[in-house]
């Protein structure tokens, strides 16, 4: 198998501080605050630790995770490419790629209403970054409003794909309302913006009937498979994820499905285990040879201009 992870983080949240780049990024995910004494969110996170024997995440240094990211793709065989969707900062995203042609990948990830947000996307991706990631859930405006159209205008003119993240966010105790939750807010953007290719990660991430229609009504719209999907447990009919695989198959077909993991910390490194179940499923689901060489390396080689 060819691989191209269309879905990593740097793990900025698990770096320390080692004196050489000033304090760690800040940031992330704005989730619900947490209540004194309910530790429902907590055995949740063990529910889910548990279902997957990760080892516990280690502190490490901006340094050391590059290193050990480097020799995840040298070592896990087919692995050629990771594409980090959030790396903390535009500049050391540029860093990354810069001194790792080939193997890393990256995306510029900033806030869509900062005054100088079209500048800061045009000039990191003109600095060699592959793409723009967005959270829909931490953009207090609507995803489609013609405010945010000079992003997507610099997106069709570099060629670059835009990822935007719909759906719950976080794990429980997260978001779970919000202008931005509904992938189908992208529909109007999509329509107007027709030669950008958007990409809605996690299958949708709850929202498997609003992004299927999205993707039929919009061809460049593209689905990611990243993660451990388990959003699937708190759906109020029976998922799978072959039946995710085989559905949006049928809608999107396989030129629009991308393989992610949403690795990010160590000693996890690339989550083997969520690779071997997606292919698994697209086997199940009757997936061919072809096309899991489709979603699992050509169809993000051709977003990132990759032969």
């Given at each position: 198998m060819?691989?191209?992870?269309?879905?990593?983080?740097?793990?900025?949240?698990?770096?320390?501080?080692?004196?050489?780049?000033?304090?760690?990024?800040?940031?992330?995910?704005?989730?619900?605050?947490?209540?004194?004494g309910d530790d429902w969110v907590a055995r949740d996170k063990a529910k889910w630790?548990?279902?997957?024997?990760?080892?516990?995440?280690?502190?490490?240094t901006e340094a050391e995770a590059e290193a050990r990211w480097e020799a995840e793709v040298a070592a896990?065989?087919?692995?050629?490419?990771?594409?980090?969707v959030t790396t903390g900062s535009n500049d050391r995203a540029v860093g990354l790629v810069e001194r790792h042609p080939g193997?890393?990948?990256?995306?510029?990830?900033?806030?869509?209403?900062?005054?100088?947000?079209?500048?800061?996307?045009d000039r990191a991706l003109r600095s060699g970054l592959a793409g723009y990631k967005l959270l829909g859930p931490?953009?207090?405006r609507?995803?489609?409003?013609?405010?945010?159209?000079?992003?997507?205008?610099?997106?069709?003119?570099?060629?670059?794909?835009?990822?935007?993240?719909?759906?719950?966010q976080g794990g429980a105790g997260g978001i779970a309302n919000h202008v931005n939750i509904n992938p189908l807010a992208l529909h109007a953007a999509a329509k107007a913006f027709p030669t950008v290719n958007f990409i809605v990660p996690h299958f949708g991430c709850g929202y498997v009937f609003e992004t299927l229609q999205l993707g039929w009504a919009c061809p460049n719209v593209s689905i990611d498979t990243s993660g451990s999907n388990q959003w699937m447990r708190w759906m109020p009919y029976e998922v799978t994820l072959e039946g995710l695989f085989r559905k949006y198959r049928?809608?999107?077909?396989?030129?629009?499905?991308?393989?992610?993991t949403d690795s990010s910390w160590f000693p996890r490194g690339f989550t083997r285990a969520y690779l071997d179940e997606q292919v698994r499923a697209m086997v199940h689901a009757g997936y061919s040879e072809d096309e899991r060489d489709q979603v699992l390396y050509?169809?993000?080689?051709?977003?990132?201009?990759?032969?």
């Open positions: 060819r691989i191209i992870d269309s879905h990593v983080h740097f793990p900025v949240d698990k770096i320390i501080d080692d004196g050489k780049n000033g304090p760690p990024p800040t940031g992330g995910p704005r989730v619900a605050p947490r209540v004194d630790s548990a279902a997957w024997g990760f080892p516990h995440p280690e502190p490490v896990v065989k087919g692995l050629e490419t990771v594409v980090f193997a890393f990948a990256a995306y510029a990830h900033h806030d869509p209403l900062l005054l100088d947000a079209a500048d800061r996307l931490e953009v207090d609507p995803i489609s409003d013609p405010s945010l159209f000079p992003l997507w205008e610099i997106a069709r003119d570099a060629g670059a794909p835009v990822l935007i993240h719909f759906g719950i049928d809608t999107f077909g396989a030129g629009r499905i991308l393989f992610g050509r169809n993000a080689a051709s977003l990132l201009g990759v032969s």
